[in-house]
T-cell receptor, first 112, second 111 residues
Framework: DAKTTQPNSMESNEEEPVHLPCNHS???????IHWYRQLPSQGPEYVIHGLTSNVNNRMASLAIAEDRKSSTLILHRATLRDAAVYYCILRDVIGSNYQLIWGAGTKLIIKP | GAGVSQSPSNKVTEKGKDVELRCDPI?????LYWYRQSLGQGLEFLIY????????KSGLPSDRFSAERTGGSVSTLTIQRTQQEDSAVYLC?????????FGQGTRLTVV
């Protein structure tokens, strides 16, 4: 299974942009890149996903490298509510198994 | 319901007893996942259902763990003869195509 590598933790100031990196050098052509986040004492929640092109939604933006071996989740203006563990996950959509393989994630700390 | 519902939210059980955890997925979602998460750790995959069948049971840690799904809806995860190392938060998620929706989890404590 393709794996992802993320920094263990990152700090950012409130109201500033945050760039969360993810390396996935063994990604296959049919793997989508998904991001989830988990707030303290809650289940994970979906943030965004993409295949090749950059993606934007109301929560964040996803920038995908041209070779697809890395991606960056961008929070444009971090708030204290964005403090969470962010997970970068690859999901194969060709096979019948849509299993999500989770790494340790990046703990994002927001300083007021 | 509006989201994935899990019950109970908390369960304390004595070592050696059996426990049953329940997951009500979002109506119409064909895929259902069970994960477990120990304190401060990432999610550990347990089992995945597509409809009522489980094409991937590779994550079940031992034969004490079993899961079933009936009517393509509710799923139960059963742990027999619980051990202290089974203590964790058990998370259920359901999905239709891309986005997976998670419940709040069941916190299991084996004493």
């Amino acid at each position: 299974d393709a794996k992802t590598t993320q920094p263990n933790s990152m700090e950012s100031n409130e109201e500033e942009p945050v760039h969360l990196p993810c390396n996935h050098s063994t990604i296959s052509g049919t793997d989508y890149i998904h991001w989830y986040r988990q707030l303290p004492s809650q289940g994970p929640e979906y943030v965004i996903h993409g295949l090749t092109s950059n993606v934007n939604n109301r929560m964040a933006s996803l920038a995908i490298a041209e070779d697809r071996k890395s991606s960056t989740l961008i929070l444009h203006r971090a708030t204290l509510r964005d403090a969470a563990v962010y997970y970068c996950i690859l999901r194969d959509v060709i096979g019948s198994n849509y299993q999500l393989i989770w790494g340790a994630g990046t703990k994002l700390i927001i300083k007021p | 319901g509006a989201g994935v519902s899990q019950s109970p939210s908390n369960k304390v059980t004595e070592k050696g007893k059996d426990v049953e955890l329940r997951c009500d997925p979002i109506s119409g979602h064909t895929a259902l996942y069970w994960y477990r998460q120990s304190l401060g750790q990432g999610l550990e995959f347990l089992i995945y259902f597509q409809g009522n069948s489980a094409p991937d049971k590779s994550g079940l840690p031992s034969d004490r763990f079993s899961a079933e799904r009936t009517g393509g809806s509710v799923s139960t995860l059963t742990i027999q003869r619980t051990q202290q190392e089974d203590s964790a938060v058990y998370l259920c998620a359901s999905s239709l195509v891309n986005e997976a929706f998670f419940g709040q989890g069941t916190r299991l404590t084996v004493v």
